[in-house]
């Protein structure tokens, strides 16, 4: 079962706007990609499908091969154990430190009295592999900060600790670099990218700067109005179609 | 168009709410009766205010009368056993709030119930359930507040006897339903983004609440239950004056003795507890905002063991932990008798007794509801009526007179205008900078005053000096409330950064012209929010302080409680209770208006 994601003709809207309409998509295990577009194209929409944070009006939604809507509360917790979310507003509680910060991840996996105690009373090995996961993102000597101390670059590599420390079988991202200049956004994504690819992990992503989505994902999906554009590899999209893409609000 | 969003922000409306409030004003003095001439205090009233002010520089170090049993304790010690006593109620009350809080405050939220109710395929049903749930959670919530600790004290008193688990109760209750409000309050308004990827990433409802909100709110309900301590402990000194022997007893007595040196004793031990509570919370609050950094930073080669050794940690938090733990448990443990020394029977009696006196007369003597009308009816439309309008009142023009006269002082008390630089901008040399300074610190420490003392007894030694109008109860809620909305309004003017404001100054605009230009007109609805909020707790304190003889609710409930007529006194309690639970409902829907629309914790449904 190699099929993390089948989206098929789903239609989503919120208050007789549509924000998606007909979108059919299929993520393979292993997979990164990018999705683009105009804001109010609908690519948060698309990414709150994805672990059912909203569900589909009409058409379905397939995570590992189940249907989200069929799904039991239990069930549906389970699926979403799988799936890493990292935020634009990346979403940390800023007066944690970042170690409880990273346990959060687990927090799917391991009840709330095992976060409980694992927040409260931290073992010397958890927080050792805490600190090998930040290591592998640059900050292992943030490891007992408070989060709201930190950079903003350094909060964003918090929130993708934690989504690895989750284990997961797929990240979504929304925007997550969207608050932070060029360069620091390029060493991010090549991080995250290189990290997912070690991991086997699958990751998909929702960005604004198209040519950090070219530079760092083989595969784009266009999105504009709730419509998917296009579907393709990185490297066959064209100018032209990226003009296109972006068009919609100057006209 | 236009007139829709006029109609929608009348309140934004500074003109029309400054013209209400002059209207309430004056209908207020019309309906009182208040003749400001009164204000002028009695020739008695003047020699005892010299008198008293007199003794507040040379406070009694000793008993003042020389008449004593060789058996009676040092004047120390008793001084120290009210201020314990106090101490311990107030400590006591609040372990039990807290736990009412916490637990009403998370059932009255609505922070939770995504969390709860989006894994559920119920949902509608679901959701329906949980807003009846919410509705009952605050309206017990508001309920338990709406009545006066003193009256809750008074009940209790009636009912069982004086006993140290009755003071208590009194306090714990309404302070319970504070709590309980205000904790929803902060947990509603909390960011709740990560609660929303933590549940996003399976965890539990209850796993992403406690940690997403909970834990995040935790600083703001920390400070806030600290502040309620502060409160505590001054209305566990007031209880004093319906016999429970804390401060407010001896200064009750010592003024019935003419022992004015006396007095200031207690009063100077009072502040000092409350300003030693008030650093206290500021100290935890500082803590627990920022952490101070660690003293030995880490490496990046330090292992996970090396890093906990260097881990910055606040032995201030730890300290006040274990300093909270340990004062919760002593009040706890050092009352030997938390019950009334009378004997179970006789407490069952009374308790019968009280239970059954509380039905209004002609029902009880005829067996028959249907007497209840035109006694109601009676008390309802003549002194009732007469109470509970006089009450609004009171408390009406204590607070707008409070907030005027707080409008006025916060541009001097402000630190961000009152220093050499205002706000922050180099402000150049000046001859009088070093005096504005003086001024500003000056209004604060006054408003620290005012605002520590609290209302009752502020009102007990002004009816003294002025004699029984409304005019006493008036400015002692005027002073008391005046003294919070200063910081409240002087935290508004420097927490804010305002480019307009600061543009103003740039351009060498005075600090008048930028209060009255920019800060002012930027932050009028914060104040107004600000005198709203106050404007509810001063209705609430009004309910009471009729009790010290001038006509209001407040002197009914007493009146009838020396005539040991309990259907009326329980009659005029529930009156206040409805009109403070009204306050409250207005209060909560204007602020709600002012503050625009609620930060739903929209993150559980989108990026």
Known sequence: ?251 | MTKLSWSKNWLGSRRLTLLLAVVLFVVGLVALKADPREMQPSEGGLKLAGKFLHAAVQPALDYQADDLPASAPSFWSKVGRSLALTLRYAIVAMSLALVGGIVFGVLGSRAWWPAVAQGSRASGLLFFFLKCLRLVVRGVATLARSVHELLWALLFLTAVGTSPLAAVLAIALPYGGTLAKVFSELLDEEDASAAGVLWAGGASSLAAFFTGVGVRAFPDLVSYTLYRLECAVRSSAILGFLGIPTIGYHIATAYEDGHLREIWTYLYVLLAAVMVVDWWGALVRKRLSRSKPAREAGSRHDTAEELHRKRPKSWALRLSLVAAMAAVMLGWMTEKQWQSELPKERRQANLERFMMEIVPYPVRQENDWGELWPWLGERLWTKGAIGLHRTFHIGTIAILIAGAAALMVVPFAARSLAGRDPLGLPGGREMVSGFRAGVGWLLRIAALLMRSIPEYILAFLLLQIFGPTVWPLIFALALHNGGILVRLGAEVVDNRTIRAAELLIVQGGTRRATFLGVLLPDSFSRFVLLIFYRWETCIREATVLGMLGVLSLGSLIDEANTRLYYDDLFLYVLMGAALVFAGDIVSDLVRRRLRGPMVRSSAFRSG
């Open chain 1, 1 to 251: 079962m190699n099929t993390v994601l089948q989206l098929a003709d789903v239609e989503v809207s919120f208050g007789g706007i549509h924000a998606l309409r007909g979108v059919s998509l299929t993520v393979e295990k292993g997979e990164q990609l990018c999705v683009i577009g105009p804001s109010g194209s609908g690519k948060s929409t698309l990414l709150g499908l994805m672990n059912g944070r909203l569900l589909a009006h009409t058409g379905s939604v397939h995570v590992f091969g189940q249907d989200v809507a069929a799904l039991t509360a239990r069930k549906l917790r389970r699926v979403r154990s799988e799936l890493a979310w990292v935020p634009q507003n990346l979403g940390l509680v800023p007066n944690l430190r970042v170690l409880q910060n990273v346990l959060c991840g687990r927090a799917g996996r391991v009840g709330f009295f095992g976060l409980l105690r694992r927040m409260a009373l931290t073992s010397m090995n958890e927080a050792e592999e805490v600190r090998a996961l930040l290591e592998r993102l640059g900050i292992p000597e943030k490891l007992y900060e408070r989060t709201d101390t930190l950079s903003g670059g350094q909060q964003q590599r918090v929130a993708i600790a934690r989504a690895l420390y989750q284990e997961p079988a797929a990240i979504l991202a929304d925007e997550p670099v969207a608050s932070v200049d060029p360069g620091r956004a390029r060493s991010l994504l090549q991080l995250l990218t290189t990290l997912a690819k070690e991991e086997g992990i699958t990751l998909m992503m929702s960005l604004h700067h198209v040519e950090l989505a070219r530079e760092f994902f083989p595969r784009l999906v266009g999105l504009q109005a709730g419509k998917v554009i296009f579907d393709q590899p990185a490297s066959e999209t064209s100018e032209e179609e990226l003009r296109e893409l972006y068009a919609v609000g100057e006209e």
